[in-house]
C-alpha cells in the first residue's frame, strides 16, 4: 500500500497540524499511542535527532515496525508525511540545542554525578518543560478560566497529594486578589462544598493525569451543580479533561528521581501563575486595593531592619 493511501487505525486520537510554534515531541509525548504506533513514538523520543536525520525505513527498523506503520504515525500527529515530521523535529531539536535546552536531558542521574551536572541536568529539563508547555497552552481556554474565575462567587480547587500543593498556592494568590478561594484536598470535604456550587462559581481540578479518582468525583460533583468546570492536566484525552468545560495543558520533562507526576509542578505553577495574572488583570482595581489592604495586615509582622537602628548616644 503507498503512503498516500495509508489509513489511520480506528480509535487513534488525530491531532491538528503543528504550527510554526509548536512542539512536536510535546505532542508525540501527549499523544495517546498505543502498539506499533507507541513503539514509534518511543523511538523518536529516545533518541529525537538521530530520528531526524533517519529515513523512513531507518526508523521503522529502529522501531521495530514498517514504513507504513511511521506514516500513519506522521498522519496521526497532523503532518502530511514523513518529510514534515522530520523537518518539525529537526527544527526543534535545532532551537533546543541553541537555546541550551538539551544539556544532559534523558541522561540518567548517577549517584556520583556532582551537582554543577545535576543542576544542568535539571535547568535543561525544567526549560525544555516550561518551552513545551508554553507552545501547547491553548490561550483562548486560559482567557475563558480568567473571565470565569473573575466572575465567580466562588472558587474551588481540587487535588490530591503533588497537585493538592500547586492548588494551596493557586489559593493563596488568589486569596490576596479579594478572589473567593478555596483548596479542598479531602474528598468528603471537598464532596461537600462541590455539592453547595452552582451557576457563576469555577471548579479547577489539577492532576497531571487527570485519572485522579478524587479529583474526578469533586470536580464532576461541582460541574452537576452548574459551576464552570476547568482541568490543569498534561492528557487532553483523560477522564477529567473529558468532564471540563476548559482545559488547559501542561507538558512536563521528567527526570531521574523526578517522573513525570513530580516533574509536572513546574509547568502547572507556569500555568496558573498565568492564569492568576490574567485574573488580575480583569480585577484590576480590587486587585490593587487588596493587595494594600493585605499589605498593611502583615507590616506589623515583619522583622525590623537593625542597619537603619542609629546606636544611642553614650552619655558623657
Known sequence: MADSEVEIPAGTAVVDAPGPADTVLARIRLTEFTGALRRVADQVLTDPAAAARATIVELAERSGTSPAT????????????????????????????????TVDIGREIQPGDPLDRVLGQIMAADTQAMHDTAALLDLTQVEQAADAVAAASRVNIFGASGSALVGEEMQFSLHR?????????????????????????????????????????????????????????????????????????????????????????????????????????????????AFRRTARAVDGHKAVDRSTIRPAETPS
Do not use: K
Not at 71 to 99: H, N, P, S
Not at 212 to 219: D, G, L
Open 177 to 289: 486578589i479579594g478572589v473567593p478561594a478555596w483548596a479542598w484536598t479531602d474528598l468528603h470535604n471537598g464532596l461537600a462544598s462541590a455539592a453547595l456550587m452552582r451557576d457563576g462559581d469555577v471548579a479547577l481540578g489539577i492532576s497531571h493525569t487527570g485519572q485522579t479518582r478524587e479529583t474526578i468525583e469533586m470536580v464532576a460533583e461541582a460541574g452537576s451543580h452548574g459551576a464552570t468546570t476547568v482541568a490543569l492536566t498534561s492528557f487532553p484525552r483523560s477522564t477529567l479533561a473529558d468532564l471540563a468545560d476548559i482545559v488547559l495543558l501542561t507538558a512536563p520533562q521528567a527526570t531521574t528521581f523526578r517522573p513525570d507526576a513530580l516533574s509536572a509542578r513546574h509547568p502547572q505553577l507556569v500555568v496558573l501563575d498565568l492564569l492568576y495574572v490574567a485574573v488580575a488583570q480583569r480585577t484590576h482595581d480590587r486587585a490593587h486595593a
Open 70 to 101: 511511521v506514516t500513519r504515525f506522521c498522519r496521526a500527529l497532523g503532518f502530511d508525511g514523513y518529510a514534515d515530521l522530520r523537518l518539525g523535529i529537526a527544527a526543534e531539536t535545532g532551537r533546543a540545542r541553541a537555546a541550551g535546552w
